[in-house]
T-cell receptor
Framework: GIQVEQSPPDLILQEGANSTLRCNFS?????LQWFHQNPWGQLINLFY???GTKQNGRLSATTVATERYSLLYISSSQTTDSGVYFC?????????FGKGTRLHILP | DTAVSQTPKYLVTQMGNDKSIKCEQN?????MYWYKQDSKKFLKIMFS???????INETVPNRFSPKSPDKAHLNLHINSLELGDSAVYFC???????????FGPGTRLTVT
């Protein structure tokens, strides 16, 4: 089945820094989604992005489906960005989550 | 006006008991899901369901069963609870299978 790998597994940054999170998938996918799980455990939609680029405020995402990866960019990090970022890929009837990138933003 | 809601938020029970977790969505979606998040934060899909088809992750024990009284609800029933069932269970919904999913707040199940 499809494999989804995220990197880096952990990231510690100072407030105001920029970061890039990566999601690689082993096969072509129908859909790809990015989520943020905040420290209270809530899973929040960030982007639904099977291909192309989208932006929402300080966050943007790019999926290059032909090369089987997606990137999540966070600019001017804030402490509220802390948490775990997941990507989830779908192929046929399989939905697979990556293991996440744990991001900690220091004040 | 919560989009996807789950009850209860916390559930503590003993081994061998049977329990249910309820999920409701008011987004008008036609597909709902159950996920399990273990202590290492790994998220795995358990079921996906619309009014036509149930897709079961083959690794899910048959002690777990989804029940959908209508399109807006997908409840999770668990029989003969085991210690390893302790986890956070998330419900989600989407408009069409595997399209943009919206998650509920989660139910933390602790089996003692």
């Amino acid at each position: 089945g499809i494999q989804v790998e995220q990197s880096p597994p952990d990231l510690i940054l100072q407030e105001g820094a920029n970061s890039t999170l990566r999601c690689n998938f082993s096969d072509s996918v129908n859909n790809l989604q990015w989520f943020h799980q905040n420290p209270w455990g809530q899973l929040i939609n960030l982007f639904y992005i099977p291909s192309g680029t989208k932006q929402n405020g300080r966050l943007s995402a790019t999926t290059v489906a032909t090369e089987r990866y997606s990137l999540l960019y966070i600019s001017s990090s804030q402490t509220t960005d802390s948490g775990v970022y997941f990507c989830a890929a779908n192929r046929d009837d399989k939905i697979i989550f990556g293991k996440g990138t744990r991001l900690h933003i220091l004040p | 006006d919560t989009a996807v809601s789950q009850t209860p938020k916390y559930l503590v029970t003993q081994m061998g008991n049977d329990k249910s977790i309820k999920c409701e969505q008011n987004l008008g979606h036609d597909t709902m899901y159950w996920y399990k998040q273990d202590s290492k934060k790994f998220l795995k899909i358990m079921f996906s369901y619309n009014n036509k088809e149930l897709i079961i992750n083959e690794t899910v024990p048959n002690r777990f069963s989804p029940k959908s009284p209508d399109k807006a609800h997908l409840n999770l029933h668990i029989n003969s609870l085991e210690l390893g069932d302790s986890a956070v269970y998330f419900c989600a919904s989407s408009h069409g299978y595997s399209y943009e999913q919206y998650f509920g707040p989660g139910t933390r199940l602790t089996v003692t």
